[in-house]
């Protein structure tokens, strides 16, 4: 914390608590800090995700907090799906006994005590020396479901072990089908039974990051052991090509049938957005829909994938599962995406944030504040069980 940000934070605290002023303590108490003024000193002192976010982005490099906030060309996606939940508004029912909050669910499976996910994310190796081990570490104390990513700093292997179970898997198949099937197999070794095959990123325009060199010095202390794909933990003792492409841009839905066939895995689509596709899925035989748009990080639709939600889950009928990301914040956003059809939710740059701030005990706080945030929505919208928020939750 800067000295002027502790000075002005001691002397509100003062302020507040000192009887001389209590007859204006009104006045004085509505004179909050300004959010982004706070530096939480601990990760119990981070009241919600925009406090991690503001002790992240003191602690990271410029390269890397760039890679993490962006989004792709003018940004709109991004902005469009924050955007989408701030226009939702909750329905808030009075007089229904929430003394018992229940936000357990079954998924894949697996119950779930609560539906919020750690979604894959590439290279945490950015955010923190031990990477999505560290990540694991958090998801262990708070005991949240956590998808690895293809790209990330650290193999499934020591990061399940970290978890303390295996962890689900997200796979870009690369243009190599043996690359692919080497992969799965391995994932498969170490237990995982839930793969997310990620198809938003046929092609990018990541302009903010294209900025940076990443052989800059700032920059390769986190590639570990080096920048390309191919140095990806998860592609190590693979016999990766020269030249591959990691998102694939020539997958087809037959490709998606011959992945399917070629596991006993959960097959997960990420990165669906349109009612067509999810019908499409839903024909290919597939268990689940991850309607998403990589965080804003894909196209350039602008559209909001809680805008999406809606059409994808009316094509789904419920069918199959279907969980949401993009711009998840606050409990709120969470009730309002259950309202609109979605089963579970994936949350991204919440838990980077936590990551990059105080490691795994930023990862647990994060979490944390999420759940405890949902159970204060859910007593709200007077629904004391996930089953019990419907469309009339949401307005
Ligand atoms: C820095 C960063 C890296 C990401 N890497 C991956 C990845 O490797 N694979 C993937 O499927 N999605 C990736 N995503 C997208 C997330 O899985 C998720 O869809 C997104 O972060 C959700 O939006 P949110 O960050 O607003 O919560 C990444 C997102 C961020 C912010």
Not at 79 to 92: D, I, K, P, T, V
Not at 93 to 115: A, C, W, Y
Not at 261 to 288: C, F, H, Q, W
Not at 319 to 332: E, F, Y
Request: aromatic share 6%.
């Amino acid at each position: 914390m800067n000295n002027k940000t502790a000075s002005r934070r001691k002397l509100v605290q003062f302020i507040a608590g000192s009887p001389l002023f209590a007859g204006i303590g009104t006045a004085l108490s509505a004179q909050r800090l300004d959010d982004r003024d706070y530096i939480a000193e601990s990760a119990a002192r981070a009241v919600n995700v925009f406090d991690m976010e503001n002790v992240a982005l003191q602690n990271l490099n410029q390269a890397h907090w760039t890679y993490i906030s962006q989004g792709v060309d003018d940004e709109l996606t991004l902005r469009a799906n924050r955007e989408g939940f701030e226009r939702l508004h909750l329905r808030a029912r009075r007089l229904v006994d929430v003394s018992v909050i229940d936000k357990s669910t079954e998924l894949f499976g697996h119950r779930l005590h609560s539906p919020i996910i750690m979604a894959p994310v590439g290279g945490l190796g950015m955010a923190h020396a031990n990477g999505e081990i560290e990540a694991a570490r958090g998801a262990a104390v708070t005991g949240h479901k956590m998808i690895l990513s293809t790209a990330a700093t650290y193999g499934i292997e020591p990061v399940s072990e970290a978890r303390g179970e295996p962890v689900w898997y997200q796979l870009y198949p690369t243009d190599v089908w043996e690359l692919t099937q080497g992969m799965l197999r391995r994932v498969e070794a170490a237990g995982s039974d839930v793969l997310f095959l990620t198809v938003d990123i046929p092609g990018r325009n990541q302009d903010r990051m294209r900025r940076f060199d990443q052989n800059d010095e700032s920059c390769v202390e986190c590639h570990i052991p080096g920048t390309t794909f191919a140095d990806k933990a998860m592609l190590q003792e693979l016999d990766v090509p020269a030249r591959i492409n990691p998102a694939h841009p020539g997958m087809d839905w037959d490709f998606v049938k011959r992945l399917r066939d070629s596991t006993s895995m959960k097959l997960v689509i990420k990165g669906i957005t349109l009612p067509e596709d999810a019908k499409l899925a839903v024909a290919a035989g597939i268990d689940g829909i991850h309607v998403s748009n990589h965080g804003g990080r894909a196209d350039e639709s602008g559209f909001a994938t809680i805008d999406s939600l809606p059409e994808v889950a009316e094509a789904v009928q419920g069918r199959i599962p279907v969980i949401v990301d993009g711009g998840i914040r606050r409990g709120t956003d969470i009730v309002k995406a259950l309202a609109l059809g979605a089963d579970a939710v994936c949350v991204g740059r919440p838990y980077i944030w936590g990551l990059g701030a105080f490691g795994a005990e930023g990862v647990a706080r994060v979490m944390q504040i999420l759940d405890s945030e949902l159970e204060i929505a859910m007593k709200q919208a007077g629904t004391p069980t996930l089953t019990d928020i419907t469309r009339a939750s949401v307005r």
